[in-house]
T-cell receptor, first 115, second 113 residues
Framework: GAVVSQHPSRVICKSGTSVKIECRSL??????MFWYRQFPKKSLMLMAT?????????EQGVEKDKFLINHASLTLSTLTVTSAHPEDSSFYIC???????????FGQGTRLTVV | ELKVEQNPLFLSMQEGKNYTIYCNYS?????LYWYRQDPGKSLESLFV?????AVKQEGRLMASLDTKARLSTLHITAAVHDLSATYFCAVGGWETSGSRLTFGEGTQLTVNP
């Protein structure tokens, strides 16, 4: 099946710094990717839709200047958490559609801890 | 706004028993997904249900979809400890960018020996 690779799997950063998370589709092209955030013992909340060749679409309440999304190619989307604060600590998961959009494949997730 | 509700949110059951997790959603949808999540891990795809009356089975898990009732069920047969995990249903639609999903709250399943 299709594989989505997310990197890093775990990162610790200091408050005020920026962190970049990569999401790659390894054996298929994805013009659209999705970024989700998950708090401990909670569900996944869609943050934004990453669109290759155009601006990302952010969900209501998500700060686009804080969570920068770049869909650099048909196989790579990046999420940069800028000026990170402890409240940005969370589990971030990307997904990409395959199989004509029917299947949703998820990356391994990134555990971000801001200290 | 699409809403997805799961119940129960917490389920503790004995090995060998059967139980059903329910997933209700608020608007018409074309696709219903079930995922499993282990602690600290990402999502593992279990089932994709695409049409009314769809039923899929894998091992001790069986999922069904009733689009008229806007209800999906995940039935667990003769539970074993290895099934302990959090189970999410998610709803998507053809009219949206492929696979944009709205998730239920999740059901935390614990199977006791």
């Amino acid at each position: 099946g299709a594989v989505v690779s997310q990197h890093p799997s775990r990162v610790i950063c200091k408050s005020g710094t920026s962190v970049k998370i990569e999401c790659r589709s390894l054996d298929f092209q994805a013009t659209t990717m999705f970024w989700y955030r998950q708090f401990p013992k909670k569900s996944l909340m869609l943050m934004a839709t990453s669109n290759e060749g155009s601006k990302a679409t952010y969900e209501q309440g998500v700060e686009k200047d804080k969570f920068l999304i770049n869909h650099a190619s048909l196989t790579l989307s990046t999420l940069t958490v800028t000026s990170a604060h402890p409240e940005d600590s969370s589990f971030y998961i990307c997904s990409a559609p395959a199989g004509q959009g029917v299947e949703a494949f998820f990356g391994q997730g990134t555990r971000l801890t801001v200290v | 706004e699409l809403k997805v509700e799961q119940n129960p949110l917490f389920l503790s059951m004995q090995e060998g028993k059967n139980y059903t997790i329910y997933c209700n959603y608020s608007t018409t949808s074309d696709r219903l997904y079930w995922y499993r999540q282990d602690p600290g891990k990402s999502l593992e795809s279990l089932f994709v249900l695409l049409s009314n009356g769809a039923v899929k089975q894998e091992g001790r898990l069986m999922a069904s979809l009733d689009t008229k009732a806007r209800l999906s069920t995940l039935h667990i047969t003769a539970a074993v400890h290895d099934l302990s995990a959090t189970y999410f249903c998610a709803v998507g639609g053809w009219e949206t960018s492929g696979s944009r999903l709205t998730f239920g709250e999740g059901t935390q399943l614990t199977v006791n020996p």
